[in-house]
């Protein structure tokens, strides 16, 4: 199955962060229902592993996933932020890394 992903479109929690409007997939996620600031855990903190719960059973996380990875490109992990499709900031630059094998290594 593809996944279109919408230019902008993103899950309520990282919208709220920004001040952005949900893609329409967001109405059915699960993080809607809880409090978003679960997705953006301090470092070292619990609510990264009740998020990742979460997103595993969400009915939209490819197109989260699929939103999150098209949104931040090939960022570097500290400019990424949240758990989004149920993967934290490193785990979506390595996923990224493998869907683009010829982008070189960060200088950091
Ligand atoms: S996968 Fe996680 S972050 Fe993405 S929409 Fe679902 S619950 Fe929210």
Same mark, same amino acid.
Do not use: H
């Given at each position: 199955?593809t996944? $279109? ?6 899950? %309520? !929690? ?5 001040? $952005?409007? @949900?893609?329409p997939?967001?109405a059915? %996620? &699960? +993080?809607?229902?809880? *409090? !978003?600031? &679960?997705f953006? @855990?301090?470092?070292g903190?619990?609510?990264a592993? $009740?998020? /990742?719960?979460? +997103?595993?059973?969400c !009915? ?6 699929? %939103?999150a &990875?098209?949104e931040?490109? *090939? +960022?570097? @992990?500290? #400019? /990424?932020h949240?758990?989004?499709?149920? &993967?934290?900031p490193?785990?979506? #630059?390595?996923?990224? /890394?493998?869907?683009? !094998?010829?982008?070189?290594? *960060?200088a %950091?």
């Open positions: 199955m996944t $279109t992903v919408q230019a902008g479109a993103t899950s %309520a !929690p990282a919208a709220e962060k920004r001040g $952005t409007t @949900p893609a997939w967001a059915s %996620a &699960l +993080c809607a229902q809880v *409090d !978003p600031e &679960l953006f @855990p301090e470092i903190g619990s609510s592993v $009740t998020a /990742r719960r979460i +997103c595993a059973a !009915p939209v996380r490819a197109e989260c996933l699929a %939103a &990875l098209f931040e490109g *090939d +960022c570097a @992990p500290s #400019y /990424r949240g758990i989004r499709g149920g &993967l934290s490193r785990a979506r #630059y390595a996923l990224g /890394r493998r869907k683009r !094998p010829n982008q070189k290594e *960060d %950091a």
